[in-house]
């Protein structure tokens, strides 16, 4: 069974940083990409970062290329997501996930609240 499980949200100022691991399991972990996508409340899930285990290709969503850093665990199975520089807009649930046969898989949501 395909599973994610993101953490390591909370609430931080302007300016602060978080940490956001996604652990996955129930699938092979270098066969596929690692993605995190957001949803802030009124608007529609975006994609933010994504990860290629196998190759370590990098996607970033302009709004946070040169703040956010995506990495993996290949031992671990574990994608983080390192959020520098966290802006108010940057406030969303925080999802990981893994597409995997045409299936999309999602972790349960992570809440980051950044303060002005």
């Known amino acids: 069974e395909v599973q994610l499980q993101a953490s390591g949200g909370g609430l931080v100022q302007t300016g602060g940083s978080l940490r956001l691991p996604c652990a996955t399991s129930?699938?092979?972990?270098?066969?596929?990409?690692i993605a995190w996508f957001r949803q802030a409340p009124g608007k529609q899930r975006e994609g933010v970062s994504s990860i290629r285990i196998s190759n370590g290709d990098i996607y970033y969503t302009d709004t946070v290329k040169g703040r956010f850093i995506i990495s993996r665990d290949n031992v671990r199975r574990i994608v983080y997501l390192q959020m520098n520089s966290l802006k108010p807009e940057d406030t969303a649930v925080y999802y990981c996930n893994v597409r995997r046969d045409g299936n999309d898989y999602w972790g349960q949501g992570t809440q980051v609240t950044v303060s002005s």
């Open positions: 129930g699938f092979v972990f270098d066969d596929y990409a």
